[in-house]
């Protein structure tokens, strides 16, 4: 059992940035952000994999940045240049598996935290 919890999203306007922060109660091999928004499909923004390190979307690879502390088991998003586009609840998620055998469907989730990106 994995036990996550976000923190740090909120209200921001179009071209702003946002830090998003993931207290884990362990750190499995897989490690992701994912996002979802009404109609739309869910996204796995960000992963790290314990072997290979951090991959990113397209949608959001060059403006967001996937990080961890792990001193204190502790993942962070960083994200800056927000567009409207990127308003959705985003999750903090993990999996035992490999990031290549998870697909964006990790086993273990936290709450979400709300992002929302004003024009």
């Known amino acids: 059992q994995v036990q996550l919890a976000e923190s740090g999203g909120g209200s921001v306007q179009s071209g702003g940035s946002l830090r998003l922060s993931c207290a884990a109660s362990?750190?499995?091999?897989?490690m992701l952000w994912v996002r979802q928004a009404p109609g739309k499909e869910r996204e796995a923004v960000a992963t790290l994999d314990y072997n290979r390190g951090p991959s990113y979307a397209d949608s959001v690879k060059g403006r967001f940045t996937f990080s961890r502390d792990n001193t204190t088991n502790t993942l962070y998003l960083e994200m800056n240049t927000l567009t409207p586009e990127d308003t959705a609840m985003y999750y903090c998620a993990a999996d035992a598996r490999s990031c290549r055998l998870v697909r964006g469907a990790p086993n273990y989730w936290g709450q979400g935290t709300q992002v929302t990106v004003s024009p």
């Open positions: 362990r750190i499995t091999l897989c």
